[in-house]
C-alpha cells in the first residue's frame, strides 16, 4: 500500500465555554462522526426528558411539521442510542439506528426511528445476495415489518434535505425530515412554553451545542467572499511555485542528475503535478518498473514544491489546509520494515540537517500510522508513512520574508536540494530502492 493510495470536522470544542461541549470526548470510528454520536446521545436525553414531561408531540410536531404523529397526547416513549435491530431477517439483524423510541403514544404501541447526519452520506448495507441499500431502506424495512400502531422514520441532517436519489420512493415517502437549525428553533419554542426546569434547561444546552459546532446558521459575509478570490488565487500562485518554478530549479541540480543515474526519475515522464489534493510538487520515484513509475503505486518518494492540503494521512503541512514550502523524502513502509530502518532513517536525518547551510527550518522526521479508519484499506494500521523533510509554512515564510517575495523560495528550495546532494549517497539511493522493492513486494 503505496503513500499516494492512501486516504485523509470545523472548530473543536474541549476548551468551550459549553457545558455539553466541554464533555464532547467521542473519538471518530471508520463509518462514523464523533458528533453524530455525541449529538445523538445529547437528544436522546432531551427526549426521554420530553417524553417523562408529557411535551414529546409537541417537539415532535414543531421540528418536523409533516409528522404523522398526533400533535399532542400521553406518551411513554423510552429511547436509546444504537439499539441494535433483532431480526431473522438477515438484511435487518443487527443494523443501529441512531436513535430508537419504544413505547405507547396514548395508550397505542408506538416505534420511531431516528437518524442524524451532519456532513457524512447515508451508509449503505449490503446484504448477502449482493443487494445494495441505503440506511433509510434498511431502517424502512425494519419499521414496515414492526409491530406496532404508531411508526415514523426521522432524518436530521444540515440541510433537512431528504436524500430522495439515494433511498428508494416508498422510503422517501416515509421518512420525515428536518434541519439541525429547524430542531434547535422547535427546542427553543416547545422549552420555553412552560416546560419544567429539567427539560428546559436540556434544551437550552442542546442548543447551545449546536451553536457551538456551527449547524444553527450559515453566515455568508463580504470577507468570507474576497476570503473565497483570495484563497484562489493563493491556491494558483501555490501551483506556478510548487510545479514550473520548482522544476526550473530542481531539473538541472546535481542531486536531480544523480538521482536519474541512481534510476530515480520524474514520474511517468512528467516533470511536475499535483500530488494527493492541491500539494504541487517535483516528484521522483523507483524507474526500475512500469509500475513504479506512477506516483499512485511507489513506496519511495522524493520531492520538493508546495504541500497544502497533504497526500492522504501520511504526509501532511505542518498546518494542514495552509501551504508551506517542502523538500523531503517520503517513504510507506510496513510496521515491521521501519522499525528495522528507524536507526538508519534517523541517522539519515542528522546528515541532512549537518549539510544545511540553514540552521532553521531544520530537517525533521514525521513519521504516521496508518490508523485503519478507511475500510477500503483494511491493511492500514500495519503501514507506517515516514517523511524526512525540511519545511516553511507560509505563515512563517510572511515573517521571515514580508508579503512580497521573489527570490527567497528560489533559495530555500535550491537550499534543501544542496542538502539532500552533500547528504545522499549511491549508498542510500540503493537504500530507497531496496525500501521500494520490500514494500511493494509485501503489499
Request: hydrophobic share 40%; glycine share 8%; aromatic share 10%.
Amino acid at each position: 500500500m503505496s503513500v499516494g493510495r492512501l486516504r485523509h470536522s470545523g472548530r473543536h470544542p474541549f476548551m468551550s465555554s459549553c457545558f455539553l461541549a466541554a464533555l464532547f470526548k467521542y473519538r471518530e470510528s471508520p463509518d462514523r462522526s464523533p458528533r453524530e454520536d455525541y449529538l445523538s446521545a445529547v437528544l436522546c436525553e432531551l427526549l426521554n426528558q420530553a417524553s417523562r414531561e408529557l411535551c414529546l408531540l409537541e417537539l415532535i410536531g414543531a421540528a418536523f411539521p409533516n409528522s404523522s404523529l398526533p400533535k399532542s397526547g400521553e406518551t411513554a416513549i423510552q429511547w436509546s442510542v444504537q439499539y441494535m435491530i433483532a431480526s431473522r431477517d438477515a438484511r435487518l439483524a443487527g443494523k443501529r439506528p441512531d436513535l430508537v423510541g419504544r413505547g405507547t403514544i396514548d395508550g397505542k404501541r408506538a416505534l420511531l426511528l431516528i437518524e442524524n447526519k451532519i456532513d457524512a452520506g447515508l451508509q449503505q448495507h449490503r446484504a448477502d445476495n449482493g443487494d445494495v441499500s441505503s440506511q433509510l431502506d434498511t431502517y424502512f424495512e425494519y419499521l414496515r415489518g414492526a409491530s406496532a400502531d404508531l411508526k415514523q422514520i426521522f432524518y436530521i441532517s444540515r440541510w433537512g434535505i431528504t436524500p430522495v436519489s439515494e433511498i428508494g420512493g416508498d422510503t422517501a415517502a416515509a421518512v420525515r425530515s428536518t434541519s439541525w437549525r429547524r430542531l434547535a428553533q422547535a427546542i427553543g419554542s416547545v422549552t420555553s412554553a412552560g416546560s419544567t426546569p429539567v427539560t428546559a434547561y436540556l434544551g437550552e444546552r442542546l442548543r447551545e451545542l449546536l451553536e457551538e459546532f456551527g449547524m444553527t446558521e450559515i453566515r455568508i459575509t463580504p470577507s468570507s467572499i474576497t476570503a473565497y478570490h483570495a484563497w484562489n488565487e493563493l491556491r494558483a500562485w501555490c501551483e506556478k511555485l510548487g510545479t514550473e518554478w520548482a522544476w526550473s530549479i530542481w531539473r538541472n541540480h546535481p542531486v536531480a542528475l544523480r538521482q536519474s543515474r541512481a534510476s530515480f526519475d520524474f514520474t511517468h515522464g512528467k516533470r511536475y503535478g499535483p500530488w494527493g489534493t492541491d500539494n504541487y510538487v517535483c516528484l521522483m520515484t523507483p524507474q526500475e518498473d512500469e509500475l513504479a513509475q506512477h506516483a499512485h503505486n511507489s513506496y519511495v518518494f522524493l520531492y520538493a514544491g508546495v504541500l497544502l492540503a497533504g497526500v492522504e494521512e501520511y504526509v501532511e503541512p505542518q498546518h494542514p489546509g495552509l501551504p508551506s514550502l517542502a523538500t523531503g523524502i517520503a517513504l510507506c513502509l510496513r510496521r515491521d520494515q521501519w522499525l528495522e530502518q528507524r536507526r538508519y532513517l534517523e541517522q539519515l536525518l542528522g546528515r541532512l540537517s549537518s549539510a544545511s547551510r540553514s540552521a532553521a527550518p531544520g530537517w525533521k522526521l514525521d513519521v504516521r500510522n496508518g490508523d485503519g479508519n478507511d475500510p477500503r484499506w483494511e491493511k492500514t494500521r500495519d503501514w507506517v508513512g515516514i517523511n524526512l523533510l525540511r519545511e516553511l509554512p507560509f505563515l512563517d515564510a510572511l515573517q521571515l520574508w514580508g508579503a512580497t517575495w521573489t527570490e527567497e523560495p528560489t533559495q530555500f528550495l535550491t537550499e534543501s536540494l544542496d542538502a539532500m546532494e552533500s547528504a545522499l549517497t549511491d549508498e542510500d539511493f540503493a537504500n530507497l530502492h531496496a525500501l521500494h522493492r520490500a514494500a511493494a513486494s509485501s503489499d
